[in-house]
């Protein structure tokens, strides 16, 4: 494999179709304000490196990426990449990671609006994130202890889990398919309208109008907390254990929890069961 050590490059595609290449401590910068350094390679480390420059990783395949700096000048770092691991490092550019595949990242920071569009596959642990629209059409994710802040998160997602994550975001999960979301905190508005298949087990779901107008959705054990208007024309199993605000005219199923508030029926297709119950029926 070939080594770059502590080397500057600002060129244009600086290192275009290389293969087998281990670039440490270097710099991607300049007055020259080059574009797509890694494009069309494969086999690359890039490691302990700064990115200041647009576009690096473009069609590439078999990237290891660890303790380097993509600044918010790094512009749409990975695109149309496949087998990638990132540790280690910060992604603070827009759109940092699109219609990738194969993806593994652990102890990351990303700061990214519109951040992993269309990506299939993709495992994080251990990381933080702020953005926009994150991880919009993308599928077969799975977030391990990830601490996300933004808005419009995981919209279209198919085939998806997430295990003691906290997402503190607005409308998450809308129109999302075969999910499961556990042990987590999920804090937001209107959480997971015309979404199919998705189940919150041990959750703690904060803020208003909660899981609307849903297909086949299951809530296992879990705290609803400032939750009015919930369940709006739903098809739903759930078993809260905290008092629920309001439920307005379930569909179908039933909603178990020990006290709600006020139960809204003005709808004469609402058939779904309320049940007030001590102990979760799920149990």
């Not at 600044?71 to 280690?88: F, G, K, M, P």
């Amino acid at each position: 494999m070939k080594t770059v050590l502590n080397q500057f490059f600002d060129n244009e595609r600086a290192l275009y179709g290389e293969c087998g290449i281990n670039v440490c401590d270097c710099k991607f910068d300049g007055p020259a304000d080059g574009e797509s350094a890694f494009k069309e390679c494969r086999d690359v480390i890039a490691d302990k490196c700064f990115f200041n420059l647009r576009y690096p990783f473009w069609h590439d395949v078999k990237l290891k990426i660890s303790r380097c700096e993509m600044t918010e000048l790094c512009r749409a770092a990975l695109w149309y990449s496949h087998d990638i691991e990132i540790t280690d490092t910060k992604l603070h550019g827009i759109k940092a990671l699109r219609e990738c595949g194969n993806v593994i990242m652990k102890n990351c920071d990303i700061i990214s609006p519109e951040f992993g569009w269309s990506v299939n596959g993709l495992e994080m642990t251990d990381c933080t994130a702020e953005s926009e629209y994150f991880m919009m059409r993308s599928k077969n994710l799975k977030f391990e202890r990830v601490n996300f802040k933004g808005k419009y998160s995981f919209q279209y997602i198919e085939n998806s889990e997430f295990d003691n994550c906290v997402f503190d975001t607005k409308d998450a999960f809308w129109h999302a398919k075969n999910i499961i979301v556990r042990n987590s905190v999920v804090k937001g508005e209107y959480l997971a309208w015309y979404c199919e298949n998705v189940t919150f087990e041990n959750c703690r779901i904060i803020g208003t109008q909660p899981l609307c107008y849903c297909k086949n959705l299951k809530l296992i054990n879990c705290e609803m907390i400032n939750a009015d208007l919930c369940f709006e024309k739903s098809d739903v199993e759930a078993c809260v254990t905290t008092s629920i605000i309001s439920v307005k005219n379930p569909l179908s199923g039933y909603i178990c929890a020990p006290h709600i508030e006020k139960v809204i029926r003005d709808d004469e297709n609402s058939h779904g069961e309320i049940v007030i119950c001590g102990d979760c029926c799920c149990a």
